[in-house]
């Protein structure tokens, strides 16, 4: 046995390793400060605090310690029992890891990683070990990413869609030229008798109705011949401004709203009449009890949505807004492709927005629709402004 002097030297000795390793401890956690590192009691109030904890959240140690941890989430998280889930869970299963947004001193956000570690002693639950991290640049990338990558997928789904249409659009106008080239010739007959000639005008009628389809369809996969000609768009608005009017109908209220400051824009006249007056009449149709459409124009300066990454540019937007009924996000996915329709059969070909996109696209800009359910609906026709 050893004397009890050289006991005591060695618990000396293990007692100051304990101090030196908790001071080292201490030093590590409080040179931090990309994490915030701290403490809980059991029931979730802060019982330390480091310098990444203020330079994350912006509390000092005065200001935080003896505080509950719930002040760091949301309203909406706390409504929902967030705080109380994360310590239940780290004390069922010995770790909580999650991201979501956290609230800093000055009320601004941040998306976050925690991590919620449960401490115990001899097996009693004594307290909790919370690292968060700022990882909201991060996540932001992801989004952009996620959207880029979505608008791609888009983008190549509509492009297969407007080849296959173009083709089918391209030979079936073929046909229609041959059928209205021999209904025109019938209809020159002598021997024709009135019968047969009422006939004819209604395969006549049926025929040009085919062929309108048919030019809504190449417009849509960019292949119809376009007549650009430099306009002042107001003053291209303001000759049809009446026609857009009237086909509102009794029960819509039209307003417009045109920026005066505005370059001028390379675009078919008639293509672009025909867009707005799409745009007029499905806003219309979204409002069979009435409402508003305001028509406005604006300058931007920005990339295009399916290139974000390209360098911005200005364009001349044309808006068509409305107070109806709004559309889901599926719908809004799929509104812009040929003959998809929410309208009831005989009412609507779904060409209406596949022609005003396309028409965008063939002018050189883009459309873009915003929408939401009970909020209205918004589309944007952009057409690349010109040198002043």
């Known amino acids: 046995m050893k004397p009890l ?50 330079r994350i959240k912006g509390y000092s140690s005065e200001q935080i310690i003896g505080q509950h941890f719930s002040r760091f989430y949301t309203p909406e998280d706390v409504a929902r029992g967030e705080p109380a889930r994360g310590l239940r869970m780290a004390r069922a299963e010995g770790r909580y890891e999650a991201e979501g947004w956290r609230l800093r001193k000055d009320g601004t956000r941040f998306w976050a990683s925690v991590v919620i570690d449960p401490i115990r002693q001899e097996g009693k639950l004594t307290g909790f070990a919370k690292i968060t991290r700022d990882i909201t640049e991060r996540h932001e990338t992801q989004q952009r990413l996620q959207a880029a990558q979505e608008a791609l997928a888009q983008s190549q789904k509509i492009e297969a869609i407007g080849k296959l249409t173009f083709g089918l659009a391209h030979d079936f106008n073929n046909l229609l030229t041959v059928i209205i080239n021999s209904l025109d010739l019938i209809s020159v007959r002598p021997c024709a008798d009135l019968r047969t000639l009422e006939l004819v005008e209604a395969a006549s009628r049926a025929s040009d109705r085919g062929a309108l389809l048919t030019r809504q369809l190449l417009a849509f996969a960019r292949g119809q011949t376009l007549a650009p000609e430099r306009h002042d768009i107001n003053d291209l608005l303001g000759r049809s401004m009446e026609i857009y009017r009237r086909a509102c109908g009794p029960t819509i209220e039209f307003q417009e709203t045109l920026n005066e400051r505005l370059a001028a824009v390379e675009v078919d006249t008639g293509q672009f009449e025909a867009a707005i007056l799409n745009l007029v009449t499905n806003s219309r149709d979204a409002m069979p009890k009435g409402g508003t459409i305001a028509l406005g124009t604006r300058l931007v300066h920005r990339a295009p949505p399916e290139a974000p990454e390209a360098p911005s540019r200005d364009y001349v937007c044309i808006s068509i807004s409305d107070n109806g009924e709004g559309m889901s996000a599926d719908v809004s996915a799929r509104a812009s492709e040929p003959f998809y329709t929410t309208k009831e059969i005989g009412k609507g070909s779904g060409l209406g927005l596949s022609q005003v996109f396309g028409f965008a696209a063939q002018s050189g800009g883009f459309a873009i629709l915003d929408s939401e359910v009970g909020a209205g609906t918004v589309v944007s026709l952009c057409l690349p402004a010109l040198a002043r």
């Open 5 to 54: 002097a050289d006991q005591g030297s060695m618990s000396r000795t293990a007692q100051s390793a304990l101090e030196d390793d908790t001071r080292q401890l201490a030093l590590l956690i409080q040179s931090v400060t990309d994490y915030a590192i701290y403490m809980l009691d059991a029931e979730g109030y802060i019982q330390s605090w480091n310098p990444g904890g203020q």
